[in-house]
């Protein structure tokens, strides 16, 4: 049974920091990649990033680059977002995402609150 589990979301101010991690189990990625997306309320969701697993290749989207990383710790199969200079506009629900061909999801997290005030 493959499972993603998100935790880090939280309350917090906008200029602040978060990181988001995503452990996953059940089977590895190696041969493909995990993201991050997200659902701001009233919103479609949407790209956020991802990294592919054998050569740690990363995407942003270009709402948050400069402004958030991904990483991903091979031995712990687990994915991280680390999210700093947030806005209020980062308010969302932020889902984990993995597969075993990058870019191609078929298992998602149940989400991870953000919100940030201003």
């Known amino acids: 049974q493959v499972q993603l589990v998100e935790s880090g979301g939280g309350l917090v101010q906008a200029g602040g920091s978060l990181r988001l991690s995503c452990a996953a189990s059940?089977?590895?990625?190696?041969?493909?990649?995990m993201g991050w997306f997200r659902q701001a309320p009233g919103k479609g969701r949407e790209f956020v990033s991802d990294?592919?697993?054998?050569?740690?290749?990363?995407r942003y989207a270009d709402s948050v680059k400069g402004r958030f990383t991904i990483s991903r710790d091979n031995a712990k199969n687990t994915v991280y977002l680390q999210m700093n200079s947030l806005k209020p506009e980062d308010t969302a629900v932020y889902y984990c995402?993995?597969?075993?061909?990058?870019?191609?999801?078929?298992?998602w997290g149940q989400g991870t609150q953000v919100t940030v005030c201003s």
């Open positions: 059940g089977r590895t990625f190696s041969s493909g990649g």
């Open positions: 995402a993995a597969g075993t061909s990058y870019a191609l999801y078929a298992y």
């Open positions: 990294i592919k697993w054998s050569d740690g290749n990363t």
